[in-house]
């Protein structure tokens, strides 16, 4: 008598990705410090890291960092040079754009103001931070992982979730008459995330 062959077992369907709370936050804390670090690591902030010394290039004085807008009120006398403001835009809007296969998008702009204390400084500092958004340093991508930093110093990545850097672009801030070595990095953050029913 022959033994029946069993069934094969079905491979394990993969957990989804689980859903993330006040994920519009979540971005904004992701992007901040991957961009922080950056600079740092770049040589632009914090000079000291562990025991040793990095020299600010150029010689330049370290640069101070500052989350939120700056003043729009007569920043003459509000604005010291070298200081590197993160801003991002309205909050990604409530309703999520559909991309087809269960993924749907959210976007904000960023912008990040490098004011330094000469236009040379400025234009490097910026394209620097430009080239990190970009992806053409080595080390970097032009993308993400959302991290979550709930009591964890290094994040831990939302699996499903990816964080893109659109339409960047460097730019003298012309709204600024009086500051011509002020410069500017734009560009559009874009979490694509699963979709729930």
């Known amino acids: 008598m022959t033994t029946p062959t069993p069934a094969p077992t079905p491979a394990p369907t993969p957990d989804p990705a689980p859903y993330v709370r006040h994920v519009s936050l979540r971005l904004q804390e992701a992007v901040t410090r ?18 040793r010394t990095l020299p600010v290039p150029f010689g330049a004085d370290p640069f101070r960092w500052q989350v939120g807008r700056l003043p729009e009120s007569d920043p003459r006398s509000t604005i010291k040079p070298n200081l ?5 835009g309205e909050e990604p809007p409530e309703e999520e754009q559909e991309l087809g296969a269960g993924l749907v998008m959210l976007q904000t702009a960023l912008q990040v103001d490098v004011v330094p204390e000469n236009e040379a400084l400025g234009v490097a500092v910026a394209n620097d931070l ?14 993400m992982d959302l991290r979550i930093y709930d009591g964890d110093p290094d994040g831990t990545i939302a699996p499903g979730y990816w964080i ?12 600024v008459d009086f500051r011509l070595d002020w410069q500017q990095v734009t560009c559009l953050v874009e979490l694509y995330l699963p979709g729930w029913d």
Do not use: C, I, Q
């Open 84 to 88: 590197l403001a993160l801003s991002f």
């Open 130 to 143: 430009r080239d990190v958004l970009t992806g053409r340093l080595p080390g970097y991508r032009r993308g």
């Open 164 to 175: 893109a850097f659109e339409e960047v672009s460097r730019h003298r801030n012309d709204s």
């Open 34 to 51: 991957h961009l922080r670090k950056a600079m740092t690591e770049l040589g632009w902030l914090d000079p000291t890291v562990g025991n």
